[in-house]
Nanobody, 124 residues
Framework: QVQLVESGGGLVQAGGSLRLSCGAS????????MGWFRQAPGKEREFVAA???????YYADSVKGRFTISRDNAKNTVDLQMNSLKPEDMAVYYC??????????????????WGQGTQVTVSS
């Protein structure tokens, strides 16, 4: 089992930056594939980025080149650096963890554990 807690959300102007962080409990963090998803009001939750156990990354087309996912296995954290934010990036952002085989995964059902989410608001 792993528990995930997101932080770093807030209000930012369009074009600005935010850094989200997700802290994980447990001593086996390095064995999990990690991902970030987001859900805007009235929309389904969607994939944002994922990072494998070895550090391979994968991004949704909508954030490629603007967002960067990274992990620090010593600190049990996975971060999402978000630059050049747009109003359409506004959503609740969720951290997710997946056990089992490594790789990068973009479907919600492929993840086993979820955080509570952190709100990101982008003003135009």
């Amino acid at each position: 089992q792993v528990q995930l807690v997101e932080s770093g959300g807030g209000l930012v102007q369009a074009g600005g930056s935010l850094r989200l962080s997700c802290g994980a409990s447990g001593r086996t963090f390095s064995s999990y594939v990690m991902g970030w998803f987001r859900q805007a009001p009235g929309k389904e939750r969607e994939f944002v980025a994922a990072i494998s156990r070895s550090g391979s990354t994968y991004y949704a087309d909508s954030v490629k080149g603007r967002f960067t996912i990274s992990r620090d296995n010593a600190k049990n954290t996975v971060d999402l650096q978000m630059n050049s934010l747009k109003p359409e990036d506004m959503a609740v952002y969720y951290c997710a963890a997946r056990g089992g085989r490594t790789g990068v995964f973009s479907r919600q059902e492929q993840y086993d554990y979820w955080g509570q989410g952190t709100q990101v608001t982008v003003s135009s």
